[in-house]
């Protein structure tokens, strides 16, 4: 906890430098979007890999209907082992 409070203090300024306090998938998304070449505000890739999860609501049977909730997410069609 001391060295979060350390980095609040040291790397927060709101100019030269911002925290953002994000999720593992944002993350993963933030990380991906950077190895892409990306640039400008975070929050643009937070959802640009991994799709926010759907919480509730029906359960997706069809790819043609994950593809409609998830247009960014490409489907593949699994390996036989």
Do not use: W
């Not at 999720?23 to 890999?49: F, K, V």
């Not at 043609?64 to 390996?79: H, Y």
């Amino acid at each position: 906890m001391r060295r979060l409070t350390e980095l609040e203090h040291n790397f927060n300024d709101g100019h030269r430098y911002v925290l953002h306090y994000v999720t593992a998938r944002e993350a993963y998304n933030l990380a991906m979007a950077a190895a892409s070449g990306a640039r400008g505000e975070p929050a643009l890739y937070y959802d640009s890999t991994i799709p926010k999860y759907v919480a509730s609501g029906p359960y997706p049977d069809t790819v043609a209907s994950v593809a409609k909730l998830s247009p960014n997410v490409q489907m593949r069609p699994l390996r036989n082992v």
